[in-house]
């Protein structure tokens, strides 16, 4: 009689259920502003592209210049491309707080570059640039990202870059290009943007803020007679983070924050 056949055992219910793997644990940029880094849960994933979005006013360039001075002092190489105001004069505005060290830009720590210097170098003097200048736009900003090491990086503004794009078609390539690039090497980089005319939107073609992983909002609004500065974050991707609206103050040691409370008479807003 033939013997029946041995039957494969079954492992016990402990040893049957599925390992998955650790959750990754995504590198934190700290911003340096002790508010906005509690408020993203220590700090922008590392690679993130944020946009900066706020009317004319609201502390847009004094908080990235602030991110960058923060990460110099930490080591890590930090990178401003100004579109519209010359770095001489950023660097005389960025003198007046008690944060900023010149020693960072000696010794290459902080660099500053104007765009429109660049546009003049590569022959870009065109009123719309084409998508091959736009390509090298890319290229040059990815290979000085590249070659000096650069970890952080502000765009100020990709409002005015957009000037000379146009298309919306166009302006998402320019950005998921960009985005793909710098997050490539590790770059966690800010874009200033104005904000338009119409109603809900963070930028002024309404593409951008589609296309980054996270949006900082700011604006201004009165109270009690006051002008006073509100910082929001919108969206941010590869963490979680407090939608709450918080007011911030320019201060010569740098940006503080307070929760926004809503008592008093308020006109203005977003």
Known sequence: MES??????????????????????????????EGLDNIVGGGIPRGNMVLVAGSVGTGKTTLCLEFLVRGAERGERSLFVSVTESSQKLIQNLSTFEFFRTDLIDQGSLVFVDLPVVYDRLGLGHEELTAEEIDI???????????????????????????????DEQIRDFMLRLGQELSAVGC??????????????????????????????????????????????????????SRAQYVIELTPIGILMAPHLKGGRETGGQ
């Not at 259920?17 to 940029?29: A, D, F, G, I, W």
């Open 188 to 241: 966690t980089s800010l874009l200033v943007s104005e904000i338009g005319p119409t109603p809900g939107r963070y930028s002024l073609h309404g593409v951008e803020e589609a296309i980054v992983d996270g949006v900082l909002l700011l604006w201004n609004t009165r109270r009690l007679g006051d002008i006073v500065r509100v910082l929001q974050v919108v969206k941010m991707r590869g963490t979680s983070h």
């Open 4 to 33: 029946p056949r041995e039957a494969t055992p079954v492992p016990p219910a402990a040893d049957a259920r599925v390992l998955l793997s650790s959750p990754t644990v995504l590198e934190r940029c700290a911003t340096g502003i």
């Open 137 to 167: 736009v890319i290229r040059t900003i990815r290979d000085l990202v590249r070659s000096l090491g650069i970890r952080r990086l502000v765009l100020d503004s990709l409002t005015s870059v957009c000037y000379r794009i146009r298309r």
